[in-house]
C-alpha cells in the first residue's frame, strides 16, 4: 500500500494518543503503588510476645538462667577462698624479676626474636621468671591449685628440660616451648596463651544431625528405621540430660542429642536405649561434632539490616570502637524485638557492648554484671603496663586502667565487687545468636542479656573466655616465649567455671543456619 502524506499523519497522531494513555496508565499505577505504600506505613507495627510458646520451653529458658541462693556476703567469703592470700606487700616478688626483662615495642615478634639454641641457665632462667610472675601476677593461680600445683609442674618442667638438654647443655627452643606449654595445659583459662597457642581443651558439642526427637510430655520418641520408639537412656542417664531443644528448617522446634565433651574428633558414638510396644533396644547412635565456620573468615565489625521488618545487629568484633552499633541501639529502641548476632565476634572491649545494652533497653549497664576482684600487686601491673592488650591494640595508661578499682583490706587484691542480684527488666524480646566462635567481651553480653527478662539464645555454646580477662604479656628474657594471661578475676553468682565450655543457648542450632531458622522460629511462635 502506498503512504500519503494523510497516512502519515493519522499514524504519527495515534501513536503519540496510544504513549499518552500507556504513560498515564503507568503514572497511576505508581501514584497507586505510592499510596499504598505510605498507607502501610501508617499501619500499625507488628507486636512480638512470648505467649505463644509453650510452657515446658518457658521453663526451659528459665532453668538456664543463671541465679544463686547465696548472699552477697557468702559470695564475698567463696570468692575469697580462689584468691591467692599469701602476699605480704604490694612489692613482693618484684625483686625476683630480672630488670630489662621484657622485650618493649613488639611483642608480637617475640616469635621472630627466638633462638635456635638455649643453654641450659638460660632455661632456669626463663622458669624462674615465668612462676615468679605466675605466682605474683597471675589472678587464677590459687584457683589452679596455689603454690602446691605450681611448684610441682616447675619441678616437671625443671626434670624434663634436664632430661632433654644434650651434651653441651643445651636444648632446641622450639623443644623447650613445647615442654613448657605441655605441662602448663592445667590451666583451664581461655584467655591464657602461649606462642599464640590456647592451652585450654575447648568443649565441643556433638549432635545426631538425622533422626530429629520429639517430645510428648516428659518422653521423648525418636524415628529410627521407619519405626518410632521412645527413648529410654541415654549414656545410662536419664535422656533429659542430654536431650536440649533445637529449630528444624522451618523453625519449629524439635529436639536434638546434646553432648559436650573437649575432643576433636569428627563424630562419637553414644549408647542408646529404645523401646517399643515389643522390646528395649540397645544400640550405639552416631554423634557429629558441630563445626564453626573457620576464624579465618574476616568478619566485619559491624552491619544492621531488617529482616521482614525485625532489626538484626551484627557484631563481628569488639576490637574497634562501634559508635553506629551503640547509636543504632538508640535509634531502634522504640522497636520492641531485636536479634543480636554474635557469631564469631572473639571479643575485644566490653564497654560498646555494655552500651549497646543500655541504649536499647533503658537499663543501666556499664561494667561486668558479675562477680569480680582484680589483682593489684605491682608483678601484675608490670606485665599489664609493658605489654598490655587492648580494644584496638595500643598500650594505655595504667592509672586510666586501674582507675576504677580499689584496694580493700585483703593485701595484693582489689574490693570485691559484687553485682545487683535479680533480672533487670527489659519488656523488648532480644534473641542473641553465638556460636563456639564467640568468646571475651562479647560473652560479657551473653552474661548480661540472661539477667534480662525477655531474652533468648539460639546456637551452641561459645568459647568460654570470660573468667581472667585484662590482658598482658610476659616475654621470656631467654626463649622470648610468649605468655599473655589476664589480671582480673570474674565469677558468675553460681561459681561455675565457664572457661573452655561456655555459655548454653536455649535452642542448640548450627551456626550457619541460625539466623534463618531464627525468623522462621519467630513467625512461628513470636508473632502476634
Known amino acids: 500500500m502506498k503512504l500519503t502524506k494523510k497516512t502519515i499523519v493519522l499514524g504519527v497522531t495515534s501513536l503519540v494518543i496510544i504513549f499518552s494513555i500507556v504513560f498515564t496508565i503507568y503514572n497511576l499505577n505508581i501514584i497507586c503503588v505510592t499510596k499504598e505504600s505510605t498507607d502501610s506505613k501508617k499501619t500499625k507495627k507488628v507486636k512480638y510476645t512470648l505467649n505463644n510458646l509453650s510452657e515446658d520451653i518457658i521453663t526451659h529458658i528459665n532453668s538456664h538462667r543463671i ?35 621484657q622485650i618493649k615495642g613488639g611483642p608480637s615478634d617475640s616469635l621472630l626474636a627466638q633462638e635456635n639454641m638455649l643453654k641450659y641457665e638460660e632455661m632456669i632462667e626463663d622458669i624462674d621468671y615465668l612462676f615468679i610472675n605466675l605466682k605474683y601476677g597471675y589472678p587464677a593461680y590459687e584457683y589452679f591449685g596455689g603454690d602446691e600445683k605450681f611448684n610441682k609442674v616447675r619441678s616437671k618442667i625443671l626434670e624434663e628440660v634436664n632430661k632433654s638438654k644434650d651434651k653441651n647443655g643445651r636444648i632446641e627452643t622450639i623443644q623447650f616451648n613445647l615442654i613448657v606449654i605441655k605441662n602448663l595445659k592445667f ?31 516428659n518422653t521423648y520418641y525418636i524415628e529410627d528405621e521407619n519405626k518410632t520408639y521412645s527413648i529410654e537412656s541415654i549414656e545410662g542417664k536419664d535422656p533429659s540430660h542430654y536431650i536440649r531443644p533445637s529449630l528444624d528448617d522451618n523453625g519449629k522446634i524439635i529436639y536434638k542429642i546434646v553432648y559436650l565433651k573437649d575432643v576433636t574428633s569428627s563424630s562419637l558414638d553414644i549408647n542408646i536405649v529404645l523401646k517399643d510396644e515389643k522390646r528395649e533396644i540397645q544400640k550405639k547412635m552416631e554423634l557429629k561434632r558441630v563445626i564453626p565456620p573457620s576464624k579465618k573468615i574476616k568478619l566485619k565489625n559491624y552491619t544492621f539490616k531488617k529482616v521482614q521488618g525485625i532489626p538484626v545487629f551484627k557484631v563481628g568484633s569488639f576490637h574497634k570502637e562501634l559508635k553506629s552499633f551503640t547509636e543504632d541501639g538508640l535509634k531502634y529502641s ?102 563456639k566462635n564467640t568468646a571475651s567481651a562479647s560473652e560479657n553480653m551473653i552474661s548480661t542479656l540472661s539477667k534480662m527478662d525477655n531474652t533468648i539464645f539460639i546456637g551452641m555454646n561459645s568459647a568460654g573466655a570470660l573468667n581472667i580477662p585484662g590482658l598482658g604479656i610476659n616475654i621470656l628474657p631467654n626463649s622470648k616465649l610468649r605468655v599473655q594471661y589476664g589480671s582480673l578475676m570474674l565469677m558468675e553468682p553460681d561459681f561455675i567455671w565457664r572457661d573452655g565450655i561456655g555459655y548454653f543457648p536455649d535452642f542448640w542450632v548450627e551456626s550457619d543456619d541460625a539466623l534463618d531458622k531464627t525468623i522462621k522460629f519467630i513467625d512461628n511462635y513470636i508473632k502476634k
Open 67 to 101: 541465679t544463686s541462693d547465696l548472699s552477697k556476703e557468702e559470695m564475698e567469703e567463696k570468692l575469697k577462698k580462689y584468691l591467692y592470700n599469701k602476699y605480704t606487700s604490694l612489692e613482693e616478688g618484684l625483686d625476683k624479676i630480672p630488670k630489662n626483662n
Open 187 to 217: 590451666i583451664k583459662d581461655g584467655h591464657f596463651v602461649v606462642n599464640y597457642m590456647p592451652l585450654t581443651n575447648t568443649t565441643y558439642a556433638f549432635m545426631n544431625m538425622k533422626n530429629p526427637i520429639v517430645r510428648d510430655s
Open 334 to 435: 522504640d522497636e520492641n524485638i531485636a536479634i543480636l548476632d554474635l557469631r564469631g565476634n572473639q571479643g575485644g572491649a566490653i564497654f560498646d557492648g555494655c552500651k549497646w545494652i543500655s541504649n536499647f533497653t533503658n537499663n543501666k549497664v556499664d561494667y561486668f554484671k558479675l562477680i569480680d576482684c582484680a589483682l593489684l600487686t605491682k608483678v601484675c601491673k608490670k606485665r599489664v603496663s609493658d605489654n598490655f592488650i587492648t580494644n584496638n591494640l595500643k598500650r594505655v595508661d595504667l592509672k586510666e586502667f586501674y582507675k576504677n578499682i580499689h584496694a580493700s583490706n585483703l593485701t595484693g587484691w582489689s574490693r570485691i565487687r559484687i553485682p545487683e542480684l535479680g533480672y533487670l527488666k527489659n519488656d523488648k524480646i532480644i534473641i542473641v545468636l553465638f556460636d
